[in-house]
């Protein structure tokens, strides 16, 4: 079983900048492809950003040139930095991990999230 813990998340002004990070713990045997979604209150989650393992990366429209993701492959980690933040970004941001196993079975794990709040 693979745990994700999300980290880096808190209280920022609008126009600062935060970077999230995720540590995986558990046995991994292929990473498939890392992200980040988010959810606001009263909102459906929505994808933010995905990595594969080549670095191939997509963004949601909405925060194209202002959020970068990045992945440590030796850690399985992905992070996202997010800069130029808008109160519209104020969400709990999940990391999540689709692997696969050794017997060939995809995963995808969520983590628990992480609050990002962006004031006005």
């Known amino acids: 079983q693979v745990q994700l813990v999300e980290s880096g998340g808190g209280l920022v002004q609008a126009g600062g900048s935060l970077r999230l990070s995720c540590a995986a713990s558990g046995s991994i045997f292929r990473v498939n492809v890392m992200g980040w979604y988010r959810q606001a209150p009263g909102k459906q989650r929505e994808l933010v950003a995905t990595i594969t393992t080549g670095g191939t990366t997509t963004y949601a429209d909405a925060v194209k040139g202002r959020f970068t993701i990045s992945r440590d492959n030796s850690k399985n980690m992905p992070y996202l930095q997010m800069n130029s933040l808008k109160p519209e970004d104020t969400a709990v941001y999940y990391c999540?991990?689709?692997?696969?196993?050794?017997?060939?079975?995809?995963?995808?794990?969520w983590g628990q999230g992480t609050q990002v709040t962006v004031s006005s």
């Open positions: 999540t991990v689709s692997h696969t196993n050794r017997g060939g079975i995809i995963y995808n794990d």
